[in-house]
């Protein structure tokens, strides 16, 4: 069985490049008068945010945190309640880098279950399935023949039991190299199905101490998130979850224990920083879905012009309804431009980035491509209505807007909707599909990547924008009547 679940983001493949800070420099004022709105602009600063669990599959991550300003609207990184003050807050005794051994909470049954498939045959499924349909993105060192000799000799003894099998598997896929395709437990396949995102806002990665051992980091930190108010800082190691030691147990394992009915709390023992504080964190997990749309209406030119100007902190299930909300609201008030701010915007739900974009492009417009070794991973995604919006469009990028964020940002510019203002984006653009083994548990496979109108491959290089800096309202208008005369002819 296969599993295509709607969600996206990004897990950052290498670690992240030290955080600038973006400050956007504004023409003279005789060139334009940004008035109110600039004043907010120039404080804002790069934060933290990460999309939430994401699957098609694509999780998310990066990054690191700086302060942020007093500004709820126009801040990047809006305030949230301090560490000290929190409820949910409550400092254990600290430790002095922390040795844990690791713990194994695992039990087998292997004796005891009836055998429904053979543990060679697990294996070999798990096999046929990254042969038919796994896109190797990073290492170009995947080829059939590898691929069907790796198997020849794994299936060359026999494979005692269905944990062996498991860690078989486990082994095999770790070898092609691609940190997103791995082997998922019954356990964890079955949290999976159940679409089950209820969560605390935080995204882990594995990362070496550098003398064979692996840490769990806090490599993604959603703004405003329980986990955020509670006071989890990105690059925090997670030592344990409600008690338990979590050394030795993956990213996605540990995500799963994080995991719950709503309203429910669970204890984070997290460490800051290479040596600690430790600190134990009391958190509830999160109800429903936050809005992640912020505005405002400028006058900028001494008053002449109204600008509208909206934050999308995440695209998650209220994105486009709130945005459309948001966009129309200003237009009543009179706004004539619009500025998206897509900066440390992670991602989150893919489909609500593409049905965020449509409501910018003409009908018919391409919104993205998909590639893979699948011909059903082949696909053109297109706009089916008409614009919502027609009003010229800059769209603030850095380099912490990712995935789903980055759907949107290239549709809107190959398209001569936007111009792109910030720092060049992250570069996450892979598709992962969930497929499920005949003993219920499954693997996670990567089996394409996105590619923008013009062509161009998002993973690992990501979108560059047009300006550094924010430039003159004459100059978008401009720009993109030029993109459009281009592109007709």
Same mark, same amino acid.
């Given at each position: ?37 600039? *004043? ?10 990460? &999309? ?18 007093? /500004?709820?609207?126009?801040?990047? +990184? ?21 040795? @844990? ?22 294996? @070999? ?23 069907? *000799? ?12 269905? #944990? ?43 990362? %070496?101490? =550098?003398?064979?051992? $692996?840490? !769990? ?17 990105? =690059?925090? @190691?997670?030592?344990?979850? +409600? ?6 147990? #993956? ?22 920083? *290479?040596? =600690? ?22 006058? $900028? /030119?001494? =008053? ?124 996450? &653009? ?8 005949? /003993?219920?548990?499954? $693997? $996670? ?15 690992? &290089? ?7 800096? !924010? ?8 720009? !993109?009547? *030029?993109? %459009? ?5």
């Amino acid at each position: 069985m296969r599993l295509l679940l709607p969600f996206s983001s990004p897990l950052s493949a290498t670690s992240s490049p030290s955080t600038p800070q973006f400050i956007p420099e504004l023409p003279p004022p005789s060139q334009f008068d940004y008035s109110g709105l600039t *004043k907010i602009l120039k404080k804002s600063v790069i934060g933290t945010l990460t &999309g939430a669990l994401s699957l098609t599959l694509v999780f998310s991550s990066p990054i690191s945190s700086v302060a942020a300003t007093n /500004d709820p609207y126009l801040s990047v +990184n809006p305030p949230s309640s301090s560490f000290e003050s929190s409820l949910n807050h409550f400092d254990s005794a600290p430790e002095d880098c922390p040795n @844990e051994e690791e713990a194994d909470t695992e039990i087998q049954d292997d004796d005891i279950e009836p055998q429904l498939v053979t543990n060679e045959g697990i294996v @070999e499924e798990a096999w046929e399935i990254v042969n038919g349909a796994f896109l190797d993105t990073r290492s170009h060192s995947w080829t059939p023949e590898t691929w069907q *000799k790796q198997k020849d000799d794994i299936l060359a003894s026999p494979i005692k039991s269905r #944990s062996k099998a498991h860690e078989v598997i486990k082994n095999m896929l770790a070898s092609l190299g691609d940190q997103y395709t791995r082997f998922l437990s019954p356990d964890e396949f079955s949290r999976m199905s159940k679409y089950d995102i209820t969560g605390i806002g935080i995204n882990l990665r594995e990362v %070496s101490d =550098g003398g064979g051992n $692996v840490k !769990l980091k806090v490599l993604g930190l959603v703004l405003d998130s329980a986990a955020d108010i509670a006071g989890v800082k990105q =690059g925090d @190691e997670i030592l344990a979850v +409600n008690g338990m030691d979590v050394s030795g147990k #993956s990213s996605f394992e540990v995500s799963s224990l994080l995991q719950g009915p709503s309203k429910t709390f669970v204890v984070l023992k997290v460490k800051h920083g *290479k040596c =600690g504080p430790v600190k134990s964190l009391k958190i509830q997990r999160q109800v429903n879905a936050q809005t992640p749309v912020s505005y405002r209406l400028e006058k $900028v /030119d001494n =008053g002449t012009v109204s600008v509208g100007y909206i934050r999308l902190k995440e695209f998650n299930a209220l994105a486009r309804k709130d945005l459309v909300i948001a966009m129309k609201r200003l237009l009543d008030k009179g706004a004539s431009y619009f500025v998206m701010d897509l900066r440390d915007n992670l991602g989150g739900l893919v489909q609500a980035g593409i049905e965020t974009a449509k409501l910018f492009l003409d009908e018919g417009d391409t919104v993205i491509y998909t590639a893979g070794r699948d011909p059903e991973a082949q696909k053109t995604v297109v706009s089916d209505k008409k614009p919502l919006i027609t009003a010229p469009l800059i769209v603030m990028v850095n380099n912490r807007t990712a995935s789903a964020s980055e759907i949107v940002a290239s549709a809107l510019h190959d398209n001569c909707k936007a111009v792109l203002v910030g720092e060049r984006t992250y570069g996450k &653009g892979l598709i992962q599909s969930v497929y499920e083994l005949r /003993d219920g548990s499954g $693997v $996670v496979v990567t089996i394409g990547k996105y590619v923008t109108p013009n062509h161009m491959d998002i993973n690992g &290089g990501g979108i560059e924008p047009d300006f550094r800096n !924010l430039p003159a309202w004459d100059e978008v208008k401009e720009r !993109l009547s *030029k993109c %459009s005369i281009l592109q007709q002819s």
